[in-house]
């Protein structure tokens, strides 16, 4: 929430399953570690071909936010 200003916000109910979906699509990968603290936390990393597949929705978003940019322009 701070990168977004508080302006976007993910709820538990939401964030786990979409975690676990992108885990089973093999787009990351979780690890158990322990923290500072002293508590067992889940970590996750991008894979490799979660780094292929968020190139190419970098991508898809590129091109859909020019699109609807050059649309507003003409509005």
């Known amino acids: 929430m701070q ?3 508080d302006v976007l916000s ?7 399953p979409a975690l676990h979906r992108l885990e089973q699509q093999g787009w990351i990968a979780a690890e158990w570690k322990d923290t500072d603290l002293g508590r067992n936390a889940k970590f996750y990393a991008l894979t490799r071909d979660g780094k292929r597949q968020l190139e190419r929705e970098l ?3 590129d091109r859909l936010s020019s699109a609807v940019g050059l649309l507003l322009k003409r509005a």
Do not use: A, K, M, T
């Not at 993910?10 to 786990?16: A, D, E, I, R, T």
């Open 10 to 16: 993910v709820q538990q109910g939401s964030l786990y």
């Open 3 to 5: 990168l977004s200003g």
């Open 59 to 61: 991508e898809s978003w």
